[in-house]
């Protein structure tokens, strides 16, 4: 079994930070790719942020230069450090790991994916 704990989510004022932690525990061996999406109601889920577990990063235009996401690869734990944050990046963040390698018994399983439960973020004054 896998589980991905979701933190820091909440309210901040437009041009505020917040910084998001994903922990994924269970018995895991590897997780190729960690991000974020996000959801705002009536709209499509969009990736946020992705890393590998090699370091190589992917972000949404929308947010370049303003987030930065990192990763622990031996805690299996992913950030998401949010600066000069903008009413438009109020959504329900989601924490993925992408590729889980993880041990049953005597024998290794992969999944695809898993996910967090959400945090909420909003952005307002």
């Known amino acids: 079994q896998v589980q991905l704990v979701e933190s820091g989510g909440g309210l901040v004022q437009p041009g505020g930070s917040l910084r998001l932690s994903c922990a994924a525990s269970?018995?895991?061996?590897?997780?190729?790719?960690m991000g974020w999406y996000r959801q705002a109601p009536g709209k499509q889920r969009e990736l946020v942020a992705a890393v590998t577990s090699g370091g190589s990063t992917n972000y949404a235009d929308s947010v370049k230069g303003r987030f930065t996401i990192s990763r622990d690869n031996a805690k299996n734990t992913v950030y998401l450090q949010m600066n000069s944050l903008k009413p438009e990046d109020t959504a329900v963040y989601y924490c993925?790991?992408?590729?889980?390698?993880?041990?049953?018994?005597?024998?290794?399983?992969?999944?695809?994916?898993?996910w967090g439960q959400g945090t909420q973020v909003t952005v307002s004054s």
């Open positions: 993925n790991a992408h590729g889980v390698v993880y041990k049953r018994g005597s024998y290794y399983q992969t999944s695809d994916d898993y």
């Open positions: 269970g018995s895991i061996v590897s997780i190729y790719a």
